[in-house]
Nanobody
Framework: QVQLVESGGGLVQPGGSLRLSCAAS????????MDWYRQAPGKERELVAR???????YYAVSAKGRFTISRDNAKNTVYLQMNSLKPEDTAVYYC????????????????WGQGTQVTVSS
């Protein structure tokens, strides 16, 4: 089994910054793409950013130029640096990881974190 634990959410004023972290642990052989999603009240969950195992990145239009996704493979951790935050960034942020394990011959499985609340308000 694999667990993803997010941290770093909170309340921040418009224009402020937050850094989210998501650490994976458990029966992991390797991790492929790692994503950050968010879900605002009354809205569908949406992909914010993705980083692949070879460090290629993708950003939603709403995140481009303000958010930066990164990963530390030695720590099985993905980060989301969020700058110039806006009230419309308010949401629960979830990480997702494509994990192969416990061996190289295992299939891949998508795992989700429990979510961390980000509130942008004055």
């Amino acid at each position: 089994q694999v667990q993803l634990v997010e941290s770093g959410g909170g309340l921040v004023q418009p224009g402020g910054s937050l850094r989210l972290s998501c650490a994976a642990s458990g029966s992991i052989f390797s991790i492929g793409a790692m994503d950050w999603y968010r879900q605002a009240p009354g809205k569908e969950r949406e992909l914010v950013a993705r980083i692949t195992s070879d460090y290629s990145t993708y950003y939603a239009v709403s995140a481009k130029g303000r958010f930066t996704i990164s990963r530390d493979n030695a720590k099985n951790t993905v980060y989301l640096q969020m700058n110039s935050l806006k009230p419309e960034d308010t949401a629960v942020y979830y990480c997702k990881a494509v994990v192969r394990g416990p061996t190289a011959f295992s299939r891949t499985t998508d795992y989700w974190g429990q979510g961390t609340q980000v509130t942008v308000s004055s």
